[in-house]
């Protein structure tokens, strides 16, 4: 699929009346020029150089040089069968002995419309931009102002300024554009990333995790609290001694944040993974592994003595999204189910106070 490239467009710089060498004087002509443009999905954007000018002549349809209107040549006489008068002009008289009486010849010249072609290419930048949301607002928002303003002049101006057509082009891409950012933002908000007041249990334990926070523990009872104290000093030894740094040496110290929600019959940890979008694929796994191991034998040690299993998930975190989600229970020696699907989180999480870290 061709997406960029470039092409020629054509138009009128001005006209007037002139002396055809094909077919006479008093002959109305227009001058045309050829620029090329650079075009993206089609569409002209930027202009760059100047092809070529051309003065056409209204009434045989011939093309000659720009140079044509400063000729003098001998104009035919009328009175041999000369070319006809143009609709509308009255014939002059002419002398038998005399050369023909010509109207003086005129030009009328074009104002450029800078307006209206600016807001075109805005309007149309904006439009395709429209996912990115804040820096498309401003261009369509700009974009509109000046078609508004291109067209007003467009049509006061008459036929002397072009541009409306531009202009119209820049005002409808603009509104497009402005449409589809906002559908965009109300599709976010939708699905629930304008809802930060109504989060549930689940958003909020995985907010609580973040790598901004300045605890490494956090649960929805006291009991659950000292559970991911122990979690997260137990994960961040391990880290030091199970793997090793990209320099070939002993890892760094790692900050390990964990959120336990504990309730009856089953245990949820959600683990932060310090630099988790820089461990390969067989890191990963060792990752889940030991994660899982480790809070079997943390909840086995609680519940020493008792007979009933718990039901279990363990899940790790990058800096934004969860990479692995696994659920089980404290009797399987691996997870039953490894997926990257938070809602599987979401039947360990009720409705509960939470407590806060360190009480």
Known sequence: MIIFGTTGIESVESRGSFHCPACGPRAFYQRKS??????????????????????????????FKPEVLDWGGVVPGLAEGGPPPLPGVVQPAVAATGPPVLPPAFTVDYQSNGMAKASMILGIIGLLTSFLLCPSVFLCIIGLVLGFIGLSRSRKAGSVMGGGKQAIAGISCSALGLLAIVGLAMAIDKDGTGKSSAKSPREAAAGSISGSSDETAHGNTPEAVELAKSYSAILSGLHQVAFQSSKGGSSKEAR???????????????????????????AKTSLEDLTWTTARDLLKDRKAGETKDLDLCVALKGMVLFGSVMTGSTAMEAPARRTKDEKDMDRFFAEAPRAKPGS
């Open 34 to 63: 050829v620029r090329r443009f650079f075009t993206l999905f089609f569409v002209p954007l930027i202009p760059l150089n100047k092809v070529g000018t051309s003065v056409v002549c209204d009434r045989c349809g011939g093309s």
């Open 256 to 282: 390990y944040v964990v959120h336990c929600e504990l309730h009856e019959g089953s245990c949820a940890f959600l683990v932060n993974v310090p630099q988790y979008r820089k461990f390969t694929d067989d």
